[in-house]
């Protein structure tokens, strides 16, 4: 691998661990001017989109993975007649309002995909 994709790809991982361009620059040894450099090239900012949606996208599978859990623990203090009742308005608050969330965003994304439908009726798609 040449030498500036080297650094390129530490600058990316910096950028994404660091909470600056100047921190993230200090970390992968490069100046800022060759980072804000970098960041003007059109190859360089869909390296750095792309890595960036991949750590969403990670974060996004952990979140879902701890689903069940989080809405085991709203029933168990909505249940728990011990907790206080603030406590237990709280769970029961949070427990509907994501319910209704949920159910907002397929009816959304329903109508999404009837549009889309609609859309390409009668065009060809070429791919």
């Known amino acids: 691998m040449p030498k500036k994709e080297h650094r390129q790809e530490q600058a990316i991982a ?4 660091s909470g600056s361009i100047s921190e993230a620059a200090e970390q992968a040894g490069v100046g800022e001017r060759t980072l804000f450099s970098w960041l003007s ?3 360089f900012k869909e ?3 792309q890595a960036r949606r991949e750590v969403v996208s990670q974060a ?9 859990l989080a809405v085991n623990t709203l029933a168990d203090i909505m ?5 206080s ?6 769970a029961a608050k949070a ?6 969330r949920s159910v907002e965003t397929e009816d959304i994304l329903h109508r999404l995909e009837q549009l889309e439908e609609t859309t390409n009726n009668g065009h ?3 791919y």
Do not use: F, H, W
């Open 14 to 17: 910096a950028l994404i661990n």
């Open 41 to 43: 090239e059109p190859e």
């Open 47 to 49: 390296q750095y989109r």
């Open 60 to 68: 996004m599978a952990n979140l879902q993975q701890v689903c069940s």
């Open 79 to 83: 249940k728990d007649s011990e907790a």
């Open 85 to 90: 009742p603030s406590s237990r308005v709280t």
């Open 95 to 100: 427990a509907l309002e994501l319910a209704i």
């Open 124 to 126: 060809s798609k070429t």
